[in-house]
């Protein structure tokens, strides 16, 4: 729990600039410039850019909005998930076999869905928090005031906007980082030992040994380079998620001009796909656009 805490508190403010970036909040100017082939291109602000604007109109303690309610979450979350998947994990075997990462992966599954659906009112009200920065509003002041707005204009339903298409990609993330890991270890890694090394006799044992040592250290990788493969893939579903959250709540950052109104969560995926800002805020620290495309900076 502590250490989620602290990587919550260390990565706010990148998450801070992500949101109002998904939102189509561009407060800055884009300038022109030349890509790594010579095209001209418009910069928008990067990363650092953005975040010494919020800086300047707020202070230091302006990048860090929304940490109250995402630290409440992270800390349930870490709990929840460690309940649930700790009477699977008291004789955890090698994860080796199909079988067994199947078996792994739905249980992970399962832990992550339960700790995603208690916290995601969290999840809402760090997100409205956030975009507040947009209207200069200030009607999700405080966390427990935050709980009783929404309960109060929006019901039960309010607290869980955007859950499903989060939901979702959470657990396409997961799977695909889960079996491309295992493909990676057993027919690329595995495989390539005992092609390389079935020939080898007498003193070439030895290299055989630093070979099977140096695929054991590149599977410790395999996740890492998989996961981060899955989230790109599934970035679409984050940022559908975010903007159904802070949908038509009454703040400047969910209407008009920076978003439509949306009926669903499919309805916002197709309206972006067809715009095609699947991807905006994706990057923060290499945004660019082609001159000449129509792109709207408010």
């Not at 707020?58 to 309610?69: E, M, T, V």
């Not at 916290?119 to 009783?148: D, N, W």
């Not at 579903?237 to 439509?260: E, I, K, R, T």
């Amino acid at each position: 729990v502590l250490l989620g805490s602290g990587l919550t508190v260390l990565s706010q403010p990148l998450m801070y600039v992500k949101v109002l970036v998904q939102v189509g909040y561009e407060p800055l100017p884009p300038t022109l410039g030349r890509n790594i082939f010579g095209r001209q291109v418009y910069q928008l602000p990067g990363l650092f850019s953005y975040a010494k604007h919020i800086v300047k109109v707020d202070g230091r303690a302006g990048l860090f909005k929304g940490l109250a309610p995402r630290l409440c979450s992270s800390a349930i979350g870490t709990v929840v998930h460690s309940r649930v998947v700790q009477p699977g994990t008291s004789k955890k075997e090698p994860v080796s076999s199909l079988e067994q990462v199947l078996k792994e992966t739905s249980r992970e599954m399962v832990a992550r869905s339960a700790a995603t659906l208690i916290t995601h009112p969290f999840h809402v009200i760090t997100l409205r928090c956030m975009v507040q920065f947009i209207g200069r509003e200030t009607k999700y002041s405080g966390t427990l005031s935050a709980f009783a707005t929404i309960y109060r204009e929006e019901g039960i339903l309010g607290f869980f906007a955007g859950l499903i298409p989060r939901l979702l990609g959470d657990i396409l993330s997961l799977w695909l980082c889960n079996m491309l890991a295992y493909l990676i270890n057993t027919y690329a890694l595995e495989n390539g030992v005992w092609i390389l090394g079935s020939g080898g006799t007498g003193a070439g044992g030895g290299n055989l040994q630093e070979m099977v040592s140096t695929m054991a250290e590149m599977k410790s990788y395999s996740q890492a380079v998989t996961g981060f493969f899955a989230s790109m893939l599934t970035y679409p579903f984050v940022l559908v998620s975010n903007l159904m959250a802070v949908n038509n709540c009454g703040l400047a950052g969910g209407l008009l001009p920076y978003a439509p109104t949306y009926s669903s969560w499919l309805d916002c995926w197709s309206q972006l796909h067809r715009e095609g800002n699947m991807s905006r805020g994706n990057s923060l620290f290499f945004r660019k656009v082609p001159v000449g495309k129509r792109y709207v900076w408010n």
